[in-house]
């Protein structure tokens, strides 16, 4: 078979990384971050609200998790949007009950379809992530500048009205981003993006205008990544968390503070055979001394303060 010469043909194909959005740095050769209180990790729990609609297009790609059946797959669509009629609602009160703070990602679509919703979770010591428009629009490199920035635009002006917050953190549907996403994503305010998954501290991306920075979501111990993608069980997947912990635990010693983060898809760790593993992980991490369980916002305050603390040294 033979190959066509556009195949290779790529703009930022070059020596080193095909993006100029961040230098490379070693993690273990930086200088240590210290959290408050001389916290060694910062815990960071994210639960995940999700609209996929009937009508979702194929096109470019499905979002993980999308609809598979012949339309109408009433069967997914009600599966998903449990979590939005009753997983939340488990996963808020396990927070509540063990007093940790929650950086909640939902598209604008949950909010707009479920005001009371939204109003629930502000009774809570949260703080609003946008997570996109919905699950069937995606952020791909075919979408407009103009169409991507009306995207952003409206999902995070929904969210700062009906929230009253500042809404400064951002989850894209499917982790997908176009090459102008941050640009956009910073020229509307938004802080920081969870899309990156190769950290475990925040860093700072190169923008446009203003600033913007990944936070380290974990990828690989996502719940719906261990359950859907790797099909492993629910112990596993605590294994793999409270494994995760230890490690971050044990390098924050010697190599300063570091990120837990566990995100927590409301369809997925919001059903009654899942909860209890949920509340197990984070009653193992809170059982360490030193742990701080914290917002997005307030961790990357504190990593920012910590930067600069040590750069004036």
Not at 31 to 53: C, D, G, M, S
Not at 132 to 155: N, P
Request: aromatic share 10%; charged share 20%.
């Amino acid at each position: 078979m033979t190959i066509d010469a556009t195949y290779l043909s790529y703009p930022h194909r070059h020596y080193g990384m095909d993006h100029d959005r961040y230098e490379w740095s070693d993690l273990f050769e930086r200088a240590p971050v210290q959290w408050p209180n001389q916290a060694r990790v910062a815990l960071w729990v994210t639960p995940i609200l999700q609209w996929f609609p009937l009508n979702a297009p194929a096109k470019p790609f499905r979002a993980p998790g999308g609809l598979t059946m012949p339309y109408p797959d009433f069967r997914h669509y009600s599966s998903r949007d449990y979590g939005n009629r009753v997983g939340i609602f488990r996963i808020m009160r396990v927070l509540k009950e063990l007093g940790i703070p929650a950086s909640v990602a939902l598209n604008a679509a949950v909010a707009e379809r479920y005001p009371a919703l939204v109003q629930s979770l502000l009774k809570q010591d949260v703080e609003l992530m946008a997570h996109g428009k919905d699950m069937g629009h995606v952020h791909h490199a075919e979408l407009s500048e103009q169409d991507e920035a009306q995207l952003i635009a409206s999902s995070v002006e929904l969210l700062r009205r009906m929230s009253g917050q500042a809404v400064t953190g951002w989850l894209s549907p499917a982790r997908s981003q176009s090459a102008n996403t941050m640009d956009l994503l910073a020229a509307q305010g938004v802080r920081y993006s969870c899309d990156w998954a190769n950290d475990d501290l925040p860093y700072a991306m190169k923008v446009t205008s203003g600033e913007h920075y990944a936070m380290p979501l974990a990828f690989e111990t996502d719940d719906r990544v261990i359950f859907q993608e790797f099909h492993q069980n629910e112990d596993e997947w605590l294994t793999q968390i409270k494994d995760r912990f230890d490690v971050l635990y044990r390098e924050s010693q010697q190599y300063g503070g570091r990120v837990m983060s566990v995100p927590l898809h409301a369809w997925v760790s919001g059903v009654p055979f899942r909860i209890a593993k949920v509340r197990e992980a984070l009653e193992y991490m809170l059982g360490h001394s030193g742990v701080w369980a914290a917002t997005g916002t307030d961790i990357l305050d504190a990593y920012c303060a910590s930067v600069a603390k040590a750069g004036e040294r």
